[in-house]
């Protein structure tokens, strides 16, 4: 178990090799839920990315939020072509998750895809997936590597090298201890019948995706499948993703998908108040590193003073800690900018280093965190096409 008290950000995972899908009389079912809003010019890639899938039986919902362009004719055009196809016309706009919760009363697949209309699956990923969470029952949200694009889309790998398995609340608890989100959107499949009993999309402005992410971790376990590429992400500047990168806006939302996770659980969820807690900490760290990296920089600017008092809010608190004396003591110096840009060079050079030992472990395994990684399958939660090992080691 993940450590709240201490520093321990290591993560007990269960590794093992790969196999292809479990035979069965009937291919598994997966609806594909597509929301679309004036992405006429993208959809039909999308549709084709899913329709394109093997090794299921793949149908897809469009739905289109009240779009002003071609969307809705573009949308009824394919599904009039292929009978796997189906549009749903919103009269009136409802949003993201608005749009995809339309979508979800119609799905009927045993296993659920949201993809917004600009992104696209990968060749076998749903299949994938699917042999993940029919592999283990109580697996309900597999995720892969996401290729992030905004031009020629790159070559995906799609030969997976390992499947990594987790208890669902200590991935839980590792995001709330980081206070981060590590699921572009795409890249994940669902287990309809979890989201059926947990419920669909809350009205988060953009992190309505992480919040749900979050809750199925909280009711069942999570999976990801290694050294391949689950899912396209396009990036413009018309994407909600790119509406989103101003550190404020980022950081209220990932405190508004954390207090309505917790808020949601309720009291009786085990450790929920310590978790929360967790979390609002680390949003609140974020918001002191990122005014100390300005400071370092010698610009003593007013969003230094937006970030510090957003930490406040998020963590009354975290005026004991050691971090926010750092902080002030940087906020006090009286010093030319450029001295104070001179002298912020080591600090700056220690954080792009481990920010970038970060990003490529999240690049190979999907997390954050070091893993503690076991080479071997519970007997709970064997099947029986499962290898077991048992060496341990430290990743």
């Avoid at 790969?18 to 993208?42: K, Q």
């Avoid at 919040?211 to 909600?240: F, K, M, N, P, T």
């Amino acid at each position: 178990m993940i450590n709240l008290a201490g520093t321990d950000r290591r993560l007990n995972t269960i590794r093992y090799a790969p196999h292809t899908a479990i035979a069965s009389d009937s291919l598994p079912t997966v609806t594909v839920v597509i929301t679309c809003y004036n992405y006429a010019r993208y959809l039909p890639e999308a549709v084709q990315s899913v329709l394109d899938q093997t090794g299921v039986t793949a149908n897809v919902l469009i739905v289109d939020d009240a779009s002003t362009d071609d969307s809705l004719a573009v949308g009824r055009a394919i599904a009039a072509a292929d009978a796997r196809v189906r549009v749903i016309a919103n009269e009136h706009n409802l949003g993201a998750v608005g749009a995809f919760n339309r979508g979800l009363e119609e799905a009927t697949g045993e296993f659920l895809v949201r993809l917004d209309a600009d992104d696209l699956l990968t060749s076998g990923s749903l299949s994938r997936a699917v042999t993940v969470m029919s592999t283990f029952p109580d697996v309900a949200l597999v995720y892969g590597h996401p290729l992030h694009f905004s031009g020629e889309r790159p070559p995906a790998r799609t030969t997976p090298s390992w499947w990594d398995v987790w208890s669902g609340t200590e991935w839980l608890a590792a995001r709330c201890l980081d206070g981060t989100n590590v699921i572009t959107s795409p890249e994940v499949v669902m287990r309809r019948s979890v989201i059926t009993r947990v419920g669909g999309m809350r009205p988060l402005a953009h992190t309505h995706d992480m919040e749900l992410w979050l809750r199925i971790a909280a009711h069942a376990d999570v999976a990801y499948i290694g050294g391949v590429d689950q899912a396209w992400h396009r990036e413009h500047s018309a994407s909600l993703s790119t509406k989103a990168e101003h550190p404020l806006i980022i950081l209220a939302e990932l405190r508004a998908a954390f207090d309505e996770l917790f808020a949601g659980l309720g009291r009786d969820y085990p450790n929920g108040a310590e978790l929360h807690r967790s979390a609002r900490r680390a949003v609140s760290m974020q918001a002191l590193v990122e005014a100390s990296r300005l400071l370092d920089r010698g610009r003593h600017t007013d969003l230094v003073e937006d970030l510090a008092s957003f930490a406040l809010r998020a963590d009354p608190k975290i005026v004991r800690s050691r971090h926010w004396r750092h902080f002030e003591a940087s906020r006090n110096r009286k010093l030319p900018p450029t001295l104070v840009a001179a002298g912020g060079t080591l600090p700056r050079l220690k954080r792009r280093l481990r920010e970038h030992s970060r990003v490529q472990r999240w690049h190979r395994t999907g997390v954050y965190e070091r893993l503690i990684i076991t080479n071997s399958i519970p007997s709970s939660r064997r099947s029986d096409q499962a290898n077991p090992e048992t060496k341990v080691f430290t990743s």
